[in-house]
């Protein structure tokens, strides 16, 4: 039975309802119970720390009191921290205190990653900073340059605060308690508006779809300043009353195999990733290294936050099923910030996929190949049982049927209340109404289907390429390229189009290894036989480029916008490069 309370009996507790709220009463109740654990060091026994819920609410107390003595209430903090127990207790201090948590990633070295932050301040209009000691000069140094308003404190300085001379605010279900940022993927990020009210009803909503309970212990190396990571992964678990247990992204990066070791040894079973992690296990991890692995405790393996490729979901499930796993624990699921974040999912079933006819696809129409032809394969992402879903022609407005790929939109009590200082973007993303005058309704920007009551998803509006009047998903044709192409395996590529006069189409990807011109002529020439034999266009320039060179968000999501951008201005350094004359001529004039 699942101890966690839902929405309708939150609403009966004394005051009102948060979640605030809601880790109090679990501090009350179950104060020796572990809540977060952070894996410091894989390869050491003793190599984690953990926080129970009393010892969380202590420091959520101590962080808020001292939060209470220089903040108004609703004023924005933002929390830059490396991976660890510290943001853990500055997000809860914030939310003790009733000031707003601005999630952020640390500045990092590279200028637009600096320069994004920078963004999120102004926007914010946040005047503190929260860190850890190990941060503290580094995010001191970027304010001096970038956000010089803003004063950075290390929270775990031991003189920061007294849990005893906390005050609890009036928290309510419509105080505001995040500006979750939005990845910037197409466009400058956004500040999303999350409410207590949107926090519970999301994280109950995630409970009731998917079968979760007070027992289902969360984990994994998502980090928190992104939704994914923080709603789907941590505040899950703590308004539950059950676990986390976190460990640092670049650990998972660089060993792979230390994710579904941390799964093992924990006894996790919930753990979420994008697409390409599960790639990155399936290519990278030696069979020498899961002999003794068990992931039969598995039984949720989310699977979000970019184009779910069914050919990677399988690939895993059978290079696992010796260790336990289970393809029926896969939940390939669909969420957004502005919807706080979770949307819609399923799991305990096997892989549902639709196989869709290209050309059909191409006009916005979802129906089975004739046999014997080429199919796409697009994954279900389940059902969308706690929001009101229309599939809508994104410049009419009108509600399309099933089967048909218009704009996904949403309305229901999970979707947030807008965006930070965004008058204008807020209306048009948040009070949208068909063309019968129903709404509002939440524009999400994604381009889906329902078939049979499920969603799938098939790419977004704004990344859509239109070539000589047909449609193509620029996702598709990356990871065909690197199905087909050893050398571009689990690494990065952005397609997009050039008028040169026509729309062409450009592809950049990034590459390992070194090699001789020829062998990379070579590679180019088999990247372009793949694009015409499996989509039937031409690929009218391809660069190859260094790991780490295609823009990606905080999150990983593709930046093709500005790797467009780029391309425009000449700021690539390709190791290698081929374009047809057109393309050539346009990108050589734009840059005269």
């Given at each position: 039975m699942s101890s966690f309370t839902p929405?309708?009996?939150i609403a009966n507790l004394p005051r009102r309802p948060s979640a605030l709220h809601v880790l109090r009463q679990h501090a009350a109740e179950r104060p020796g119970r572990e809540a977060v654990t952070f894996i410091r060091d894989h390869d050491n026994p003793d190599g984690s720390d953990t926080l129970t819920y009393s010892q969380l609410d202590s420091e959520a107390r101590r962080v808020g009191s001292w939060l209470q003595d220089r903040c108004q209430p609703g004023d924005r903090v933002l929390l830059v921290y490396?991976?660890?127990?510290?943001?853990?207790t500055a997000f809860s201090g914030c939310m003790y205190a009733g000031v707003v948590a601005v999630p952020a990633p640390v500045p990092g070295r590279y200028k637009h990653h600096q320069r994004r932050l920078s963004g999120m301040v102004t926007d914010a209009g946040a005047r503190i900073a929260l860190t850890d000691t190990s941060q503290l000069a580094e995010v001191r140094r970027w304010s001096a340059g970038y956000?010089?308003?803003l004063a950075a404190f290390?929270?775990?300085?031991?003189?920061?605060?007294?849990?005893?001379?906390?005050?609890?605010?009036?928290?309510?279900?419509?105080s505001l308690v995040l500006l979750q940022?939005?990845?910037?993927s197409t466009g400058d990020p956004k500040g999303v508006m999350v409410h207590h009210g949107n926090l519970l009803h999301n994280a109950d909503s995630f409970r009731r779809t998917l079968g979760l309970d007070g027992q289902t212990r969360f984990g994994g190396w998502i980090p928190l300043?992104?939704?994914?990571?923080?709603?789907?992964?941590?505040?899950p678990a703590l308004l539950f009353g059950s676990a986390c247990v976190l460990m640092s992204p670049e650990a998972f990066l660089k060993r792979p195999h230390v994710w579904l070791s941390a799964i093992d040894q924990h006894g996790l079973n919930f753990s979420a990733a994008p697409n390409f992690a599960y790639e990155l296990c399936v290519r990278k991890i030696d069979e020498s290294l899961t002999a003794d692995l068990d992931l039969s405790r598995w039984r949720f393996a989310l699977n979000g936050s970019e184009p779910i490729q069914a050919s990677t979901l399988r690939d895993f499930a059978e290079r696992f099923a010796a260790n336990g796993f289970r393809a029926e624990a896969f939940a390939p699921s669909y969420g957004m910030a502005e919807a706080t974040v979770y949307v819609s999912?399923?799991?305990?079933?096997?892989?549902?996929?639709?196989?869709?006819?290209p050309q059909a696809l191409e006009k916005n129409d979802i129906r089975p190949p004739e046999p014997g032809d080429s199919a796409r394969e697009i994954v279900s992402c389940g059902f969308t049982t706690e929001f009101d879903l229309r599939i809508v022609d994104q410049d009419t407005g009108r509600v399309l049927p099933d089967g048909v790929t218009g704009e996904i939109w949403l309305r229901g009590a999970s979707v947030a209340v807008g965006y930070w200082g965004r008058d204008d973007a807020t209306e048009k993303t948040f009070q949208a109404r068909t063309a019968d005058g129903d709404g509002p309704y939440l524009r999400s920007g994604d381009l889906g289907a329902v078939i049979r009551g499920e969603l799938y998803v098939t790419g977004r509006i704004k990344d859509l390429l239109i070539v000589h009047g047909r449609n193509l998903y620029p996702h598709d044709i990356e990871h065909e390229l690197r199905l087909a192409h050893p050398e571009l395996a689990t690494l990065a590529g952005a397609v997009v189009s050039v008028a040169a006069p026509d729309e062409q189409v450009v592809v950049m990807h990034e590459i390992r290894g070194r090699h001789s011109d020829e062998r990379l002529r070579e590679i180019i020439g088999g990247m372009r036989a793949t694009v015409s034999r499996e989509f039937g266009v031409r690929a009218a320039g391809v660069l190859l480029l260094r790991p780490g060179a295609v823009r990606r968000t905080t999150s990983g999501k593709i930046q093709r916008a500005e790797m467009r951008n780029l391309l425009l201005r000449g700021d690539l350094t390709p190791v290698y490069q081929e374009f047809e004359p057109e393309p050539r001529a346009v990108l050589d004039g734009g840059r005269a």
């Amino acid at each position: 039975m699942s101890s966690f309370t839902p929405v309708t009996e939150i609403a009966n507790l004394p005051r009102r309802p948060s979640a605030l709220h809601v880790l109090r009463q679990h501090a009350a109740e179950r104060p020796g119970r572990e809540a977060v654990t952070f894996i410091r060091d894989h390869d050491n026994p003793d190599g984690s720390d953990t926080l129970t819920y009393s010892q969380l609410d202590s420091e959520a107390r101590r962080v808020g009191s001292w939060l209470q003595d220089r903040c108004q209430p609703g004023d924005r903090v933002l929390l830059v921290y490396p991976p660890g127990l510290g943001f853990v207790t500055a997000f809860s201090g914030c939310m003790y205190a009733g000031v707003v948590a601005v999630p952020a990633p640390v500045p990092g070295r590279y200028k637009h990653h600096q320069r994004r932050l920078s963004g999120m301040v102004t926007d914010a209009g946040a005047r503190i900073a929260l860190t850890d000691t190990s941060q503290l000069a580094e995010v001191r140094r970027w304010s001096a340059g970038y956000a010089p308003e803003l004063a950075a404190f290390a929270t775990d300085d031991p003189n920061l605060g007294d849990p005893s001379a906390w005050r609890e605010p009036p928290a309510a279900a419509r105080s505001l308690v995040l500006l979750q940022y939005t990845s910037g993927s197409t466009g400058d990020p956004k500040g999303v508006m999350v409410h207590h009210g949107n926090l519970l009803h999301n994280a109950d909503s995630f409970r009731r779809t998917l079968g979760l309970d007070g027992q289902t212990r969360f984990g994994g190396w998502i980090p928190l300043y992104h939704d994914m990571g923080l709603l789907t992964q941590l505040m899950p678990a703590l308004l539950f009353g059950s676990a986390c247990v976190l460990m640092s992204p670049e650990a998972f990066l660089k060993r792979p195999h230390v994710w579904l070791s941390a799964i093992d040894q924990h006894g996790l079973n919930f753990s979420a990733a994008p697409n390409f992690a599960y790639e990155l296990c399936v290519r990278k991890i030696d069979e020498s290294l899961t002999a003794d692995l068990d992931l039969s405790r598995w039984r949720f393996a989310l699977n979000g936050s970019e184009p779910i490729q069914a050919s990677t979901l399988r690939d895993f499930a059978e290079r696992f099923a010796a260790n336990g796993f289970r393809a029926e624990a896969f939940a390939p699921s669909y969420g957004m910030a502005e919807a706080t974040v979770y949307v819609s999912g399923s799991t305990g079933r096997p892989l549902v996929v639709e196989q869709a006819d290209p050309q059909a696809l191409e006009k916005n129409d979802i129906r089975p190949p004739e046999p014997g032809d080429s199919a796409r394969e697009i994954v279900s992402c389940g059902f969308t049982t706690e929001f009101d879903l229309r599939i809508v022609d994104q410049d009419t407005g009108r509600v399309l049927p099933d089967g048909v790929t218009g704009e996904i939109w949403l309305r229901g009590a999970s979707v947030a209340v807008g965006y930070w200082g965004r008058d204008d973007a807020t209306e048009k993303t948040f009070q949208a109404r068909t063309a019968d005058g129903d709404g509002p309704y939440l524009r999400s920007g994604d381009l889906g289907a329902v078939i049979r009551g499920e969603l799938y998803v098939t790419g977004r509006i704004k990344d859509l390429l239109i070539v000589h009047g047909r449609n193509l998903y620029p996702h598709d044709i990356e990871h065909e390229l690197r199905l087909a192409h050893p050398e571009l395996a689990t690494l990065a590529g952005a397609v997009v189009s050039v008028a040169a006069p026509d729309e062409q189409v450009v592809v950049m990807h990034e590459i390992r290894g070194r090699h001789s011109d020829e062998r990379l002529r070579e590679i180019i020439g088999g990247m372009r036989a793949t694009v015409s034999r499996e989509f039937g266009v031409r690929a009218a320039g391809v660069l190859l480029l260094r790991p780490g060179a295609v823009r990606r968000t905080t999150s990983g999501k593709i930046q093709r916008a500005e790797m467009r951008n780029l391309l425009l201005r000449g700021d690539l350094t390709p190791v290698y490069q081929e374009f047809e004359p057109e393309p050539r001529a346009v990108l050589d004039g734009g840059r005269a």
